[in-house]
């Protein structure tokens, strides 16, 4: 039997508190009933744990402030760590569209000035009745027209290119890191900051990318344009005018920055609600057999309509805000800066004092003032379209914050850092109950053998299963698992996985590789009849491994399952495996898939459920033959036999590891 003796700890450990101290309710301040409690695994630190406590006690600090969304130093710093990651180097594709794009924009900027110049040619001749004029001007305009729009869709060319560039690259980055060893089942599972890794990998990413390549466009274009128009007009009208469009740039710049502040944080819920609102959807896709044989459509309708409520309040608000803001726009960013652009441009004219009135004719002047007039109505509008790219910077500040996050968890969880948020119980119950992420516990990989030695047998949440576990098993000894349920087999195996990490002592085993877990629920992945038996091998991996398909039929033959080739005609046969197979099936293929990796240790989790009693029987058989050594979990009686070893618990902390005698067999039969 093993004991709960006293067990010293080393942990590294950091805990944190954040306490929502108060509320405000019709302008008083309250204090609400429960606190936010915040963990994570930081720096090493000594306790012990006595033989008669059931929860592990941790110190207490204060968590920092929400991360915000909004464009500070802080916004700049986060936007160039995740371009570092979009243009990696200088000489890459990213690089030669962006250049590309910078060259189209200048260019489209000199054809702007061209045709302001021309146009108002066009008109001077039709005014002064020149037909000569009007027919040179208006053929130059026809010459020019196939390359001003072979410039303007080279432009947006460029811009679609980078925008899917950029989605290639960050996606790919993203899901190296979420996909390297567990870290995606880690995400959802032991860590709580992401709620929906789905929304932020997809959606989130993409309208990244794409605020990110208009942004780009958006401030360069108008910033050469002012820079172009303000040479221009210093040259005709002098530099008081083009001063006093950046002054009032400048001025009201700052004042809408100032007003758009709460963009980046409704974005960022704007996110958060919607991917709510997709996982409640998916949820219901996933469990419908469930929902349905418990008559569960009206509850569901339920939340999902509570769900979507929240987004449509939300996007309510968000859509009068944008409402509110963009008469605020309109009005400053648009047509006052086009009254200040009248009231510069007039000046010079309407100032009969000024040389030009008595060097240029009537005509002279009109076409002066069309060709200025235009010019710093076009400087107006860049200066009008900077102003108005402040929403948009607000705006990407939000999603930056998002990425930022999930690129912040993705690195801390690859590290071995956990940070949980939990609700504890209200202080009035006297007690609390906090979520734990040690990991001080040491994994050894040797070959052929598995062993606990003085290993804390916990949940994430807390709750200690087995206080001290102790047994060893080498190859050729099957274990049979068994106990209530809740009692700990499922967390002993995500321990043996690695999914779940060690609070203390050791344990002994092979590699990853040469572990090999069966559900009772097999997962049937997407592709090729092939692809469920060498799962998940690729068919490169077979052959490089030598297993040809005629071997794979005999796998297919030993679980009875051979018919399925015969039926389908081809190992190339692609069908959606999880329906067309039964639920026997099913384990029969995980099965298959078993003697096709021939893992030194399998663990066997009720995976012959829906199986008959001689398949079954079979199955151990041949997996004694093969050497594979099992820890089995099943309450059938039958299978007593084919084991060496059982480990009982009982689902109250202890345990019995014991040798499998005649006397158990018979007593199990």
């Given at each position: 039997?093993?004991?709960?003796?006293?067990?010293?700890?080393?942990?590294?450990?950091?805990?944190?508190?954040?306490?929502?101290?108060?509320?405000?309710?019709?302008?008083?301040?309250?204090?609400?009933?429960?606190?936010?409690?915040?963990?994570?695994?930081?720096?090493?630190?000594?306790?012990?744990?006595?033989?008669?406590?059931?929860?592990?006690?941790?110190?207490?600090?204060?968590?920092?402030?929400?991360?915000?969304?909004?464009?500070?130093?802080?916004?700049?710093?986060?936007?160039?760590?995740?371009?570092?990651?979009?243009?990696?180097?200088?000489?890459?594709?990213?690089?030669?569209?962006?250049?590309?794009?910078?060259?189209?924009?200048?260019?489209?900027?000199?054809?702007?000035?061209?045709?302001?110049?021309?146009?108002?040619?066009?008109?001077?001749?039709?005014?002064?009745?020149?037909?000569?004029?009007?027919?040179?001007?208006?053929?130059?305009?026809?010459?020019?027209?196939?390359?001003?729009?072979?410039?303007?869709?080279?432009?947006?060319?460029?811009?679609?290119?980078?925008?899917?560039?950029?989605?290639?690259?960050?996606?790919?980055?993203?899901?190296?890191?979420?996909?390297?060893?567990?870290?995606?089942?880690?995400?959802?599972?032991?860590?709580?900051?992401?709620?929906?890794?789905?929304?932020?990998?997809?959606?989130?990413?993409?309208?990244?990318?794409?605020?990110?390549?208009?942004?780009?466009?958006?401030?360069?274009?108008?910033?050469?344009?002012?820079?172009?128009?303000?040479?221009?007009?210093?040259?005709?009208?002098?530099?008081?005018?083009?001063?006093?469009?950046?002054?009032?740039?400048?001025?009201?710049?700052?004042?809408?920055?100032?007003?758009?502040?709460?963009?980046?944080?409704?974005?960022?819920?704007?996110?958060?609600?919607?991917?709510?609102?997709?996982?409640?959807?998916?949820?219901?896709?996933?469990?419908?057999?469930?929902?349905?044989?418990?008559?569960?459509?009206?509850?569901?309708?339920?939340?999902?309509?509570?769900?979507?409520?929240?987004?449509?309040?939300?996007?309510?608000?968000?859509?009068?805000?944008?409402?509110?803001?963009?008469?605020?726009?309109?009005?400053?960013?648009?047509?006052?800066?086009?009254?200040?652009?009248?009231?510069?441009?007039?000046?010079?004219?309407?100032?009969?004092?000024?040389p030009r009135h008595l060097t240029s004719s009537h005509a002279e002047l009109l076409e002066d003032y069309y060709q200025s007039g235009r010019m710093l109505l076009r400087m107006s509008q860049a200066l009008g379209r900077i102003v108005l790219a402040g929403r948009e910077m607000?705006?990407?500040?939000?999603?930056?914050?998002?990425?930022?996050?999930?690129?912040?968890?993705?690195?801390?969880?690859?590290?071995?850092?956990?940070?949980?948020?939990?609700?504890?119980?209200s202080e009035k119950d006297g007690s609390e109950k906090l979520t734990l992420i040690p990991g001080s516990g040491r994994i050894i990989n040797v070959d052929n053998i598995i062993k606990f030695d003085h290993t804390p047998l916990a949940t994430p949440n807390g709750d200690i299963?087995?206080?001290?576990?102790?047994?060893?098993?080498?190859?050729?000894?099957?274990?049979?698992?068994?106990?209530?349920?809740?009692?700990?087999?499922?967390?002993?195996?995500?321990?043996?996985?690695?999914?779940?990490?060690?609070?203390?002592?050791?344990?002994?085993?092979?590699?990853?590789?040469?572990?090999?877990?069966?559900?009772?629920?097999?997962y049937m992945t997407l592709g090729s009849l092939r692809d469920q038996v060498i799962y998940p091998d690729t068919h490169e991996d077979q052959r490089k491994k030598g297993i040809s398909d005629q071997v794979l039929k005999e796998y297919l033959d030993n679980v009875q399952l051979?018919?399925?080739?015969?039926?389908?005609?081809?190992?190339?046969?692609?069908?959606?495996?999880?329906?067309?197979?039964?639920?026997?099936?099913?384990?029969?293929?995980?099965?298959?898939?078993?003697?096709?990796?021939?893992?030194?240790?399998?663990?066997?989790?009720?995976?012959?459920?829906?199986?008959?009693?001689?398949?079954?029987?079979?199955?151990?058989?041949?997996?004694?033959?093969?050497?594979?050594?099992?820890?089995?979990?099943?309450?059938?009686?039958?299978?007593?036999?084919?084991?060496?070893?059982?480990?009982?618990?009982?689902?109250?902390?202890?345990?019995?590891?014991?040798?499998?005698?005649?006397?158990?067999?018979?007593?199990?039969?």
């Amino acid at each position: 039997m093993g004991t709960a003796a006293p067990l010293s700890l080393s942990l590294s450990l950091s805990l944190s508190l954040s306490l929502r101290l108060s509320r405000k309710h019709g302008g008083r301040q309250q204090v609400p009933d429960s606190e936010e409690l915040r963990w994570s695994w930081r720096y090493p630190t000594r306790f012990i744990l006595p033989a008669a406590e059931t929860k592990i006690r941790w110190t207490e600090q204060k968590v920092g402030k929400k991360e915000r969304a909004a464009v500070d130093k802080l916004f700049f710093i986060r936007i160039s760590r995740i371009l570092r990651v979009m243009v990696p180097r200088f000489f890459s594709k990213e690089t030669w569209y962006l250049f590309l794009i910078a060259v189209m924009l200048v260019t489209r900027t000199y054809c702007d000035v061209w045709m302001i110049q021309n146009g108002t040619m066009i008109e001077s001749a039709i005014i002064g009745r020149s037909t000569k004029g009007f027919k040179k001007y208006l053929f130059n305009f026809i010459t020019a027209m196939p390359v001003i729009a072979l410039v303007n869709n080279f432009l947006k060319l460029g811009l679609n290119e980078l925008k899917l560039c950029f989605r290639v690259r960050l996606t790919k980055h993203l899901y190296d890191e979420y996909l390297k060893g567990y870290t995606y089942y880690k995400m959802g599972n032991l860590d709580n900051r992401i709620a929906n890794a789905d929304q932020l990998l997809t959606q989130d990413v993409e309208k990244f990318c794409n605020s990110v390549v208009d942004l780009y466009s958006n401030l360069s274009k108008p910033l050469l344009d002012i820079g172009l128009y303000i040479f221009k007009l210093t040259t005709a009208i002098g530099a008081q005018g083009p001063a006093t469009m950046m002054a009032y740039l400048l001025i009201s710049g700052l004042f809408l920055t100032r007003l758009r502040r709460p963009i980046g944080k409704m974005t960022v819920s704007e996110q958060k609600y919607e991917g709510e609102y997709r996982y409640v959807n998916s949820r219901l896709i996933t469990n419908s057999e469930e929902i349905a044989f418990y008559n569960g459509n009206v509850r569901e309708k339920q939340t999902i309509h509570s769900t979507f409520r929240k987004l449509v309040d939300h996007l309510h608000n968000f859509i009068f805000f944008r409402f509110s803001m963009g008469m605020v726009d309109s009005v400053i960013a648009k047509y006052f800066a086009t009254v200040v652009g009248y009231l510069v441009v007039s000046r010079p004219f309407l100032d009969l004092s000024h040389p030009r009135h008595l060097t240029s004719s009537h005509a002279e002047l009109l076409e002066d003032y069309y060709q200025s007039g235009r010019m710093l109505l076009r400087m107006s509008q860049a200066l009008g379209r900077i102003v108005l790219a402040g929403r948009e910077m607000t705006r990407l500040s939000g999603f930056t914050t998002r990425i930022t996050e999930l690129m912040k968890v993705l690195k801390e969880l690859n590290s071995g850092k956990y940070e949980r948020t939990m609700v504890s119980q209200s202080e009035k119950d006297g007690s609390e109950k906090l979520t734990l992420i040690p990991g001080s516990g040491r994994i050894i990989n040797v070959d052929n053998i598995i062993k606990f030695d003085h290993t804390p047998l916990a949940t994430p949440n807390g709750d200690i299963l087995i206080r001290d576990l102790c047994f060893e098993v080498k190859s050729g000894a099957n274990v049979l698992v068994c106990g209530p349920n809740g009692c700990g087999k499922s967390s002993l195996f995500r321990v043996l996985g690695e999914l779940w990490p060690l609070f203390g002592g050791s344990l002994t085993k092979p590699e990853r590789g040469k572990l090999f877990y069966v559900p009772q629920r097999p997962y049937m992945t997407l592709g090729s009849l092939r692809d469920q038996v060498i799962y998940p091998d690729t068919h490169e991996d077979q052959r490089k491994k030598g297993i040809s398909d005629q071997v794979l039929k005999e796998y297919l033959d030993n679980v009875q399952l051979g018919h399925i080739l015969e039926r389908e005609g081809s190992w190339d046969m692609v069908q959606d495996w999880m329906d067309v197979l039964s639920g026997g099936e099913k384990q029969r293929m995980a099965m298959a898939r078993l003697f096709y990796h021939k893992p030194q240790f399998a663990i066997l989790d009720e995976c012959t459920s829906a199986v008959s009693v001689d398949v079954e029987d079979y199955i151990y058989s041949h997996c004694r033959k093969v050497g594979i050594t099992l820890f089995t979990v099943s309450h059938r009686k039958s299978l007593w036999k084919h084991h060496e070893y059982y480990l009982h618990m009982d689902g109250r902390g202890n345990y019995e590891f014991k040798l499998i005698t005649p006397e158990t067999v018979e007593f199990g039969s």
